[in-house]
């Protein structure tokens, strides 16, 4: 492809004759041409940078840039090699990248595919550790106030570490040594790239147990150990996921990974940090030959101690017992006293019984009889009784005066009254006065209400309109009453 490229650059630089020129390409055309010129040449490569602006999509993809002092290239990383990547980037670390180069034709970019990563000497290893410790520092991982003090007799002792290296054996020969306990061992691998979340998981299961029935026993104390080795080899316990493992642990833990020259993060968070594992197990269980002597030399100065207490309380009482009155003649001062005090006592209730006696009698004799009481009520009573007769009589009277006003002046209000001069009260239909001579009609029957009857009528036809009947009154004969007809 290089040499395509050249002869086409070259025939170029010859000359043609006319408006001949090199071929014309399209940009996806010269985006492929260079993507297989730059896969081509460099199938394979390593590079050693600073990474900057580190980013990990939501795809688990991860890209960032290596820089030096003078260049920048891009770098991509894909979800399935990041999850075997051995280290963690992040911004400022300074590492030695393994893979592809290749180009990005939606950017015209160049960039390197990252298929393996390591920290770029130890310098570099050692600021990626001191800048992560400064970063758990400050949200309070290794505070000493969140330490735990470790049981002074662990019933149960759990133990993460590989169980093929001689850690685990030095471990349980010196707690045997020392105080047999129980030990639960959790298996994990001590160095590589899974060994990190292992042990995470290994703490964390450790302190699930007991929490169902059945459950293997809960242990009262764990200890995380490793052997020595270089810093690239104890990189599992300084991740942060180890260390934050360790700092949330319920379980008082001890850490004992590497000689006691090697630190490691999880020592700074570990509620205890033992130099090697050997020391680990001494620091989890006591001496039992110790323990024994301790509590037989404990228990003969506790008995010389209730000895001596004994008999000190034995000789303090004897001198104070000689120090002490005659409690016979005490006895009989106080009985003596006793007896005059019950003498004044008994004239004393005697004088008050008899002074209330005749402060009652003085009392009860100005209290009136209950008959000369009665006997005054009563005779108020029948005086009440004839008041209120007397003023119901007058009260019924001047009613009875009023109901017969109001009687005959609704009497003299009565039609009946009317109809006794003379009058006539005409109904129509359902009995209801007729009062105008508009409201008749030819053949309409009416009735007629007289002072001792009725009587029904027809009525023949209206009255001329123009005409109007007078009423003439009769001087004579028996009906003083004048017709109206």
Not at 148 to 171: H, K, N, R, W, Y
Not at 353 to 379: F, M, N
Not at 471 to 484: A, E, F, I, S, Y
Request: net charge neutral; aromatic share 4%.
């Amino acid at each position: 492809m290089i040499d395509n490229t050249s002869s086409i650059v070259d025939d170029d630089s010859s000359g043609h004759e006319g408006n001949q020129g090199p071929p014309i390409l399209s940009v996806a055309e010269i985006s492929a041409l260079l993507k297989r010129t730059v896969e081509g040449t460099f199938g394979r490569v390593r590079v050693r940078g600073e990474i900057s602006g580190f980013k990990r999509a939501s795809s688990g993809h991860l890209y960032f840039t290596l820089k030096d002092e003078t260049a920048v290239i891009d770098g991509v990383c894909w979800r399935g090699t990041a999850a075997r990547l051995g280290v963690s980037p992040e911004d400022g670390l300074e590492v030695v990248v393994t893979g592809r180069l290749t180009t990005y034709p939606a950017r015209s970019r160049y960039q390197i595919v990252v298929e393996g990563m390591e920290v770029a000497g130890e310098g570099a290893l050692l600021k990626l550790l001191e800048d992560r410790r400064r970063k758990l520092a400050a949200e309070g991982l290794f505070d000493l106030e969140n330490k735990q003090d470790l049981p002074f007799l662990p019933g149960v002792i759990g133990v993460v570490t590989s169980e093929t290296g001689a850690v685990f054996q030095d471990i349980l020969h010196r707690v045997s040594d020392r105080f047999p306990r129980r030990i639960l061992l959790w298996p994990v691998t001590v160095q590589g790239k899974s060994a990190a979340k292992e042990i995470a998981a290994a703490i964390k299961g450790f302190n699930r147990l007991g929490k169902s029935k059945g459950d293997l026993p809960r242990p009262d104390v764990l200890i995380v150990a490793r052997g020595g080795g270089s810093l690239e080899d104890l990189m599992a316990f300084n991740e942060e996921i180890v260390v934050r493992a360790a700092a949330a642990s319920a379980i008082p833990l001890i850490s004992a990974v590497g000689h006691e020259t090697d630190t490691t993060l999880i020592d700074y968070a570990a509620d205890e940090r033992a130099p090697t594992p050997t020391a680990a197990a001494e620091m989890a269980v006591p001496v039992r030959a110790d323990l024994l002597a301790q509590v037989e030399d404990d228990g003969a100065r506790l008995i010389n101690a209730v000895t001596r207490l004994v008999e000190d309380g034995r000789r303090d009482l004897d001198a104070m017992a000689r120090g002490l009155p005659d409690l016979r003649r005490l006895v009989d001062d106080f009985t003596q006293r006793l007896d005059d005090w019950t003498e004044r006592l008994v004239n004393a209730v005697r004088v008050g019984l008899d002074s209330r006696r005749a402060e009652l009698a003085r009392l009860a004799a100005e209290i009136p009889k209950p008959q000369q009481q009665l006997d005054h009520a009563k005779g108020q009573l029948k005086r009440e009784v004839r008041a209120l007769k007397a003023a119901g009589r007058a009260i019924v009277a001047e009613r009875q005066g009023d109901l017969k006003q109001a009687a005959a002046l609704l009497e003299s209000f009565s039609y009946q009254r009317v109809l006794e001069r003379g009058f006539a009260l005409v109904t129509g239909e359902g009995e209801r006065p007729i009062s105008s001579v508009k409201k008749l009609s030819p053949c309409m029957p009416v009735s007629m209400r007289f002072q001792d009857g009725e009587a029904g009528a027809t009525v023949t036809g209206p009255a001329p309109a123009d005409k109007k009947k007078k009423v003439k009154m009769r001087t004579g004969g028996d009906d003083p009453q004048g017709t109206l007809l």
